[in-house]
């Protein structure tokens, strides 16, 4: 191969810091230092579990896509339907449904909402909603000059802001003294790895890689396996950033653990910290980090579900999918954070789990030849559980099966699939291979 189509060390670093930038946004600033404030003494295995499932997973997501050659294959290996409903599922919900209006929620609730007051929230959101998606539609219009705008610029920027944060943080001379509160007590490592759930970049690593291929390609990379590569060395680096950053924000909210313990979000508490670091200054520097990374990751996912539909459906082309989505963002984003956030748990409950599997099969199984049935009967018995488990979180029981089912080893913890999964391989690498 021509080594002209091989990126530069500098030029992967950029695609590396692209992806991280549309990896963080809301949730990832206000988890760890709830976290760490909940985790109290037990910070260590609650970050520990953080980190596999808003790190970890991520990464191997990225991974597994670059070499099944797409979302929509790797799901393939389970049936054809499934590739399509789920395809289309983790897009919508990682798109208009769910993380695009939070991008719009959050930032307005860190950044306006303390200006305009409770009395003009509503009216406040709805003009800084249209503003910040009309800045987002934008500049995803040009989904293939990602790398120039996020990844030379707007990443950049973000990080040296946290590392500001961070910085106070270092010289407030506080140590993490209180004990573990809720599940924190019991099982801080699964806690954690459950909160990890709500970071959302499990689901989202399955999809960003259709843009970031697409970025790649365009820096003159030509052979597949040059971008597969590429785009495997970008998401260590994603992975790696992200890590750094959580534990940086696990730290700033552990030095205000003893005096934010009555604070029932990560959002106050970082609003805290930056007073206690900053005093007035503090707010605004904390503002301007919720908007870069909330309008980082509305960018990136506006690119990604837009580029997605405009090959499922040819009929509409892709800017016209990202006004769509942008508008259909603002109109959801108006209904409230909070109401965005207690429905995105039971969703992701359901989904999670079968991304997490899938994830793992890609590992242990190529899809093709003996074994090859692991794939629909692991999934199967993944979905079953998972949506058995997310209806109960919404208050539905179904009669006998739900009682049945809670009886799973971890189903308490939202873990109960675990078990289904593995009986799942087991028995699909025992079929044989032309069973019905």
């Given at each position: 191969?021509?080594?002209?189509?091989r990126?530069s060390?500098?030029?992967?670093?950029?695609?590396?810091?692209?992806?991280?930038?549309?990896?963080?946004?809301a949730?990832n600033?206000?988890?760890?230092?709830?976290?760490?404030v909940?985790a109290?003494?037990?910070?260590?295995?609650?970050?520990?579990?953080f980190?596999?499932?808003?790190?970890?997973?991520?990464?191997?997501?990225v991974?597994?896509?670059?070499?099944?050659g797409?979302?929509?294959?790797?799901?393939?290996r389970?049936?054809?339907?499934f590739?399509?409903?789920?395809?289309?599922?983790?897009?919508?919900?990682?798109?208009?449904?769910?993380?695009?209006?939070?991008?719009?929620?959050?930032?307005?609730?860190?950044?306006?909402?303390?200006?305009?007051?409770?009395g003009?929230?509503?009216?406040?959101?709805l003009?800084?909603?249209?503003?910040?998606?009309?800045?987002?539609?934008v500049?995803?219009?040009?989904?293939?000059?990602?790398?120039?705008?996020?990844?030379?610029?707007l990443?950049?920027a973000?990080?040296?802001?946290?590392?500001v944060?961070?910085?106070?943080?270092?010289?407030?001379?506080?140590?993490?003294?209180?004990e573990?509160a809720?599940?924190y007590?019991?099982?801080?490592?699964?806690?954690?790895?459950?909160?990890?759930?709500?970071?959302m970049?499990?689901?989202?690593?399955?999809?960003f890689?259709?843009v970031?291929?697409?970025?790649?390609?365009?820096?003159?990379v030509?052979?597949?396996?040059?971008?597969?590569?590429?785009?495997?060395?970008?998401g260590?680096?994603?992975?790696?950033?992200?890590?750094?950053?959580?534990?940086?924000?696990?730290?700033?909210g552990?030095?205000?653990?003893?005096?934010?313990?009555?604070?029932?979000?990560g959002?106050?508490?970082?609003?805290?910290?930056?007073?206690?670091?900053?005093?007035?200054?503090?707010?605004?520097?904390l503002?301007v980090?919720?908007?870069i990374?909330?309008l980082?990751?509305?960018?990136?996912?506006l690119?990604?579900?837009?580029?997605y539909?405009?090959t499922?459906?040819?009929?509409?082309?892709?800017?016209?999918?990202?006004?769509?989505?942008?508008?259909?963002s603002?109109?959801?984003?108006?209904?409230?954070?909070?109401?965005i956030?207690?429905?995105?748990?039971p969703?992701?409950n359901?989904?999670?789990?079968?991304?997490?599997?899938?994830?793992?099969?890609?590992?242990?199984?190529?899809?093709?030849?003996?074994?090859?049935?692991?794939?629909?009967?692991?999934?199967?018995?993944?979905?079953?559980?998972?949506?058995?488990?997310?209806?109960e979180?919404?208050?539905?029981?179904?009669?006998?099966?739900?009682?049945?089912v809670?009886?799973?080893?971890?189903?308490?913890?939202?873990?109960?699939w675990?078990i289904?999964?593995?009986?799942?391989?087991g028995?699909?690498r025992?079929?044989p291979?032309?069973?019905?």
């Amino acid at each position: 191969m021509d080594r002209s189509e091989r990126l530069s060390g500098k030029k992967v670093l950029i695609v590396g810091l692209t992806l991280f930038s549309m990896f963080f946004g809301a949730g990832n600033l206000i988890f760890p230092p709830f976290l760490a404030v909940q985790a109290g003494t037990s910070i260590i295995p609650a970050a520990a579990g953080f980190l596999i499932s808003a790190v970890g997973l991520p990464v191997l997501g990225v991974i597994a896509v670059a070499y099944s050659g797409g979302l929509e294959k790797l799901a393939g290996r389970v049936h054809p339907a499934f590739a399509q409903l789920f395809t289309i599922l983790i897009y919508l919900s990682i798109g208009p449904f769910l993380a695009i209006p939070r991008t719009a929620g959050t930032s307005f609730e860190m950044t306006l909402l303390p200006l305009v007051g409770e009395g003009g929230k509503a009216a406040g959101q709805l003009l800084y909603s249209i503003v910040f998606f009309t800045i987002a539609m934008v500049m995803a219009f040009n989904p293939d000059k990602l790398t120039e705008r996020l990844g030379k610029i707007l990443c950049p920027a973000l990080l040296i802001l946290i590392f500001v944060m961070f910085a106070g943080s270092v010289f407030y001379h506080q140590t993490i003294s209180g004990e573990p509160a809720g599940a924190y007590q019991r099982a801080a490592a699964v806690t954690g790895f459950l909160e990890g759930y709500q970071t959302m970049d499990t689901i989202a690593a399955l999809n960003f890689g259709i843009v970031i291929a697409l970025n790649i390609r365009a820096m003159g990379v030509r052979e597949d396996s040059q971008v597969v590569r590429t785009t495997i060395h970008s998401g260590m680096i994603a992975g790696l950033l992200l890590a750094l950053i959580y534990m940086a924000l696990a730290y700033v909210g552990g030095q205000v653990q003893a005096e934010a313990a009555s604070l029932d979000n990560g959002a106050r508490i970082l609003t805290f910290a930056a007073g206690r670091f900053y005093g007035n200054t503090g707010a605004l520097l904390l503002g301007v980090i919720f908007f870069i990374a909330c309008l980082n990751t509305c960018i990136g996912l506006l690119s990604c579900c837009s580029k997605y539909f405009s090959t499922l459906v040819p009929g509409i082309g892709y800017r016209a999918w990202v006004v769509l989505f942008a508008v259909t963002s603002v109109v959801i984003a108006n209904a409230g954070l909070s109401r965005i956030l207690a429905f995105s748990v039971p969703v992701l409950n359901a989904i999670y789990p079968v991304a997490i599997v899938l994830i793992a099969l890609s590992f242990i199984h190529r899809g093709e030849g003996a074994g090859r049935k692991m794939y629909p009967a692991a999934i199967l018995l993944t979905g079953i559980v998972s949506v058995i488990y997310s209806l109960e979180q919404t208050r539905i029981v179904i009669p006998v099966i739900t009682g049945a089912v809670s009886l799973l080893p971890g189903y308490g913890l939202g873990l109960g699939w675990l078990i289904p999964a593995a009986i799942g391989i087991g028995i699909g690498r025992m079929l044989p291979e032309h069973s019905r």
